[in-house]
């Protein structure tokens, strides 16, 4: 081994002495998350490391699975083999049309809905406009769209969120609390609505006529959007990135990584911690998403890429906690505006990652919707293979008019793009 020299430090593979200052900084470990302690716990749980990876990348295989759906007596495999194949045609997704919407900023969310047979579609931006293409469907089929600007909420603010429950539409902005309530019957008829002390609106949920806010410090409930408004508040301690309710309930997701749950029968609101053991060694993370799935499980999405699901009828306050579902692939450190949503059965989960990809998972099984391979003739056009240029900001799966199936929404800059889930692109 040659001598340490004063200022030097020996290369062994070029074989000579260079400056200290020119040495390579070595790269820092990988911080823990939710998502990596789990692996660590799945290897050392296998009984082998190929039973590890042959979990983890297994594919579906139309074929066996149809033949398996169609020959079969057990009424739940079938409904497995039936989930298999559907998981199949959307990884296979390749039919897609693209629009550049004419909006003032970067398009920030994505809403569409369907009220007494006609569809609204809602886009906001980051200069606080809120867009929507009221064109009635048979024209929309044709390939023509109409978006006009509807309201300025804040010129210097961004839409941060477009909640719709029935015919009422909510539209929220970060900054001065200024929050836009539509009945999409009447469409003439939208009132502003200015919430004194309240700032940052990040995220809303309404359900009939009740109404969540996910604020600076702080959730606001409000019982009856149309006959009051006078909110009742809901303190946190950290910022509200994430809003859920469900009957009397209300979920919160923070920024300092907590989940609290709010009994609204409680006179005084008091909240429980959830899940709140979830981090062990790791770091806490914020809580960018958080969605109930059957009633049953809690999908949380981080500001660090972990994106897990926990049974809501067993967790405990001491005990470590683990998740029942671990969506493994999603990227993110620092953006939090990526889209991400569920299908109206809750049975696929897609979400856009900070490398300009969207990535898709079956809710059931955690296992990932594979894209085509590079040389397929449909790479450039899947959802699953495409790399955009910008980041996704919005997603959505929505019900299409008559028989067109489901559509995956994203929207990225001034671009909205629509994948037809399950259809391809003609050849030739």
Known sequence: MPRDLPGLYWDEERNRYFPLSSRPKQQAPQPDTITSLHRKDEKSAATSTSEVETHRRRSFIPLHANGSRLSTRCFTQALRDSHDVLCYHYAST?????VKIPTLG??????????????????????????SDNLIDHERRQG????????????????????????????????????????????????LLNLHGVSDIRASDIQDRTLVLGSSKKAVYIPDIDTTNSPQYLHTRSDVFSVAQQNHLVYTGARNGTVERFDMRMARHKSQKLFDTRFGSAARSSVLHLSLIRDVEMLLSHLNGDLVTFDMRFFSTTLPTTPVKVFEGHVNTQNANLGITLDEEQD?????????????????????LLGPNADSPH????????????????????????????????????????FHLGQRMREG
């Open 348 to 368: 696929f989960l897609f979400a856009a990652g900070g490398d300009h990809r969207i990535r898709g998972w079956s809710l059931r099984t955690a296992q990932p």
């Open 94 to 98: 390749s039919r897609v049309s693209r």
């Open 144 to 191: 023509q769209h109409f978006w006009s600007a509807d309201v300025n909420l804040q010129h210097s603010s961004a839409i941060s969120s477009i909640s719709v429950s029935g015919s009422r539409c909510v539209i929220t902005c970060v900054g001065p609390a200024r929050i836009a309530v539509q009945d999409l019957l009447s469409p003439e008829r939208m009132f």
């Open 379 to 418: 790479y450039a056009t899947n959802p699953f293979s495409v790399k955009f240029s910008h980041l996704v900001s919005a997603l959505q799966v929505a019900k299409e008019p008559g028989e067109a199936g489901l559509s995956l929404w994203a929207a990225s800059e001034q671009d909205l793009y629509q």
């Open 106 to 131: 970067r398009i920030q969310v994505f809403r569409s809905t369907q009220v007494n047979g006609r569809t609204w579609r809602f886009i906001g931006d980051e200069h606080g406009w809120l867009y």
